[in-house]
């Protein structure tokens, strides 16, 4: 086991670094001098010219690649344009309220699709079932921009019980939280839904009626369990989608995430904190998607892994 | 398989009453209009430094004013003295003499005197310190002389009858010279002035708190704590104000204004600005190169249609290259909207059968509904105009190309007079030396007479001789027509009904050095 993790850490490697250096070209590519940005449109062409020369921009784009990669292989991100500090520096202010976020948001989705999608798998075409299958497809195709206005303006401006503003209090988390929820309460709900149909359709479940054992008992015991195991990959990868959904829900709930944090740096074209936030990204799906097949593993007794 | 397996068993009624009781009660939770110590404020981007010397944004101009004072500043747009009881120019305007505020003290217990006001723009001026955008803006400035304790002396490379203008902006308000010693690289995070607010903290990229000055020596503050909080998005901020988290918001877009004035607890306030609204024209290239082309384009825009309809009737048709507000305005005779004499003009400069043309634009509603109202009124002449929206870091790259590789034809952009005098209004638009990628010249216009009556503008401190110099100025360049001279924008900003005090200043910054409740 601990052989498979090292195989796959190191696998992970070579694919995050691909995406830094992607994104290291890619983001000096984009039309839009950080420089300019920086010092005004206003401003003489001398401050301009000082400006960039402290990003290090006034270089040759392989000089700059190269100073990227030995400050790199020194665990360091570099310098932000914008704040003038550290890139680890910027990003570790406004990982708490990203990290919280998406936590609850995350098992908020969970407990409420994974409910919902077995209620409608045991209520199979009744109205119960078209109920949540309805809701699910309107909180898959619902854009969480227009889902978090409706809820700002009915709770905070209509009604006026919960605060506008997102933060990391109880009554600031609510409706982010919702939001940024409610696509994956939608996937993992109808993915639930059809596998736990799915099992229901299995001979051992024939068998153990069969065998006089109580719906209850045949529900909870055998189908259940076996139904929810490929929902955990859903309900992983929801987790790796619940940072990118993160983007727009923080900058309409104006919460200072690292979603947000990403927004205000493309448009500032902070380049240096674009790389790191990247790198984090990448970083996060990989770490994901090793420990969903880690519970996959553990879940399922018939899958061993070298 | 589709029997009902786990039974509900709490009535369906009884459920719905227990909704609807919750639902009637929380509606009934209202928010009364906030009161207490703190006034807070939205604005639609951040802080990048509290420095006056080094900061470059409106969001930081709005924080630092609270805090920083100038020799010299800008109350309603118009100049006054600050820190200096009086001032005087020498009479080439080479030099300027000020008497100084005696008893100030900065927010950290030194002394203002005419010597920190020495150390503080020494620094400034040094190339090392991290003061480059105060450094780019004095570059005038030669050195400072202490004549007695409270008596001060700046010394120009040349004469400049603008630079007391260039004195009263933001960027060079004074910070505390033992500030500057003890945190150097760092004064980005520890502003110290002399200002009504000192400072408390500031959570960068979410808000910045600042509190009264017991100490102050004018009128003290009249609300014990100001907070400046960070929404950029404008629904959001909106709802803010509706909700009555914060007090005031900027930038509020004119679709929503008829919701705030309906609502009894928030007022809507519009005031001038020193932003222009142009189309600037690409003078190098065909057929903006002919001068006839460029006054039948005037003449071919209903200037008071477009500030209704793209902003709400929240704009004023320019009457001169320059703003109102700024010192040297001088009204020219409007180009009034003329279809019939624009066609007669485009006809007698060879394009009597139109020609079609490509103009640049910010993205937003603002430039879009601008650009469409043109190109309306364009085609109405004969012209097909071609509207095409850039976001703002690709615009800037295009724009300020050099000429030979500038692909631009028109654009329709901003302009500013951030000093309030037409100086510096008129230099970095008209002037040679502004060409990009130096400057804003966007259009490359030139004139030999501008190039001397601007430096006949700047060379003495006499007002009278330099509102001749800038009236004739402008004339030349108003009927050369560079540019299509639209509008200027107001700016829009919703308070509560409880708050005065806090305004829009024309630099679209926020002024609430008088805030408080009523």
Known sequence: MALFLIKRLVQAVPTVLGVVVLIFFFVRALPGDPARLYAGVDSDITVVNAVRERFGLDRSLPEQFVRFTVQLARGELGQSFRANRPVGQVMLRHLQPTLVLGAIAGVLATIVGVTLGIAAALRRNSPVDLGITSLSILGISTPSFFLGILLIYLFAVNWRVLPVAGSLTPSGLVLPAVTLAAGAIGTIARFARSSVLETFGNDYIRTAYAKGLPQRVVINKHALRNALIPVLTIVGLQFGFLLSGAVIVETVFNFPGLGWLLIQSIDARDYPVIQGLMLVFALQFVFINLLVDLLYAAADPRITYE | ?518
């Not at chain 2, 786990?6 to 009535?11: C, D, N």
């Not at chain 2, 909704?19 to 404020?41: C, H």
């Not at chain 2, 690409?282 to 384009?297: G, I, S």
């Not at chain 2, 050369?480 to 308070?495: E, K, N, T, Y």
């Open chain 2, 1 to 518: 398989m589709t029997r009902s397996a786990l039974r509900e068993h709490r009535p369906r009624a009884l459920r719905i009453a227990v909704m609807a009781a919750i639902i009637v009660a929380l509606t009934g939770f209202g928010q009364a209009l906030a009161q207490g110590d703190t006034i807070r404020i939205a604005t639609s981007l951040g802080q990048n430094s509290l420095a006056p010397g080094e900061a470059t944004g409106l969001p930081d101009a709005t924080v630092i004013r609270t805090m920083f004072e100038g020799l010299v500043g800008f109350t309603d747009g118009a100049l006054v003295n600050e820190l200096a009881s009086s001032w005087e120019a020498n009479e080439d305007a080479t030099a300027y003499t000020f008497e100084l505020q005696q008893g100030v003290t900065f927010h950290d217990g030194t002394p203002f005197n005419a010597q920190a006001v020495k150390d503080y723009y020494d620094w400034v001026m040094d190339e090392s310190s991290i003061a480059a955008r105060a450094r780019g803006l004095l570059a005038a400035m030669t050195s400072v002389d202490v004549v007695d304790e409270y008596t001060v002396r700046i010394n120009l490379s040349g004469p400049n009858g603008a630079f007391i203008f260039l004195l009263a902006t933001s960027n060079a308000r004074i910070a505390s010279p033992a500030s500057v010693a003890e945190f150097g690289a760092d004064l980005t995070r520890h502003p110290v002035g002399t200002g009504p607010f000192r400072f408390v903290s500031w959570t960068e990229g979410q808000n910045v708190i600042v509190e009264r000055n017991p100490d102050y020596w004018g009128d003290p503050a009249e609300i014990e704590r100001l907070e400046f909080v960070v929404v950029t998005n404008a629904a959001t901020r909106v709802a803010m104000l509706q909700s009555g988290e914060v007090q005031y918001i900027e930038a509020l877009p004119p679709q929503l204004v008829a919701t705030i004035e309906a609502a009894p607890n928030l007022d809507v306030l519009a005031g001038p600005t020193n932003f222009l609204r142009i189309l600037q024209l690409n003078t190098t290239k065909a057929p903006f190169d002919d001068v006839r082309v460029r006054q039948a384009l005037n003449y071919a825009v209903d200037k008071q249609v477009l500030a209704d309809v793209a902003y709400s009737g929240f704009a004023t048709v320019m009457t001169a290259p320059i703003p109102a507000s700024a010192f040297g305005h001088a009204e020219q005779p409007a180009y009034d909207y003329d279809p019939e004499r624009a066609k007669a003009l485009l006809t007698e400069a060879g394009y009597g059968d139109g020609f079609t043309f490509t103009v640049l634009t910010f993205t937003g509603d603002e430039y879009r509904m601008g650009g469409q109202v043109l190109q309306q009124m364009f085609s109405q002449v004969g012209l097909n105009m071609i509207l095409d929206q850039q976001e703002r870091g690709a615009l800037v790259d295009q724009i300020f190309l050099p000429a030979d590789e500038n692909p631009t034809e028109a654009a329709l952009v901003g302009a500013s007079a951030s000093t309030s005098d037409a100086d510096l209004a008129l230099t970095t638009s008209f002037a040679r030396q502004s060409f990009p990628p130096a400057s804003n010249n966007w259009s490359f216009f030139t004139n030999d007479r501008v190039e001397e009556l601007l430096a006949a503008g700047r060379a003495t401190g006499d007002p009278a001789s330099r509102q001749d110099a800038y009236a004739e100025a402008e004339a030349i360049i108003w009927e050369q027509a560079p540019w299509v001279f639209l509008v200027s924008p107001d700016s829009i900003a919703g308070r509560a009904a409880n708050v005065s005090g806090v305004v829009a200043a024309p630099d679209n910054t926020i002024d609430a050095r008088r805030a408080k409740f009523d």
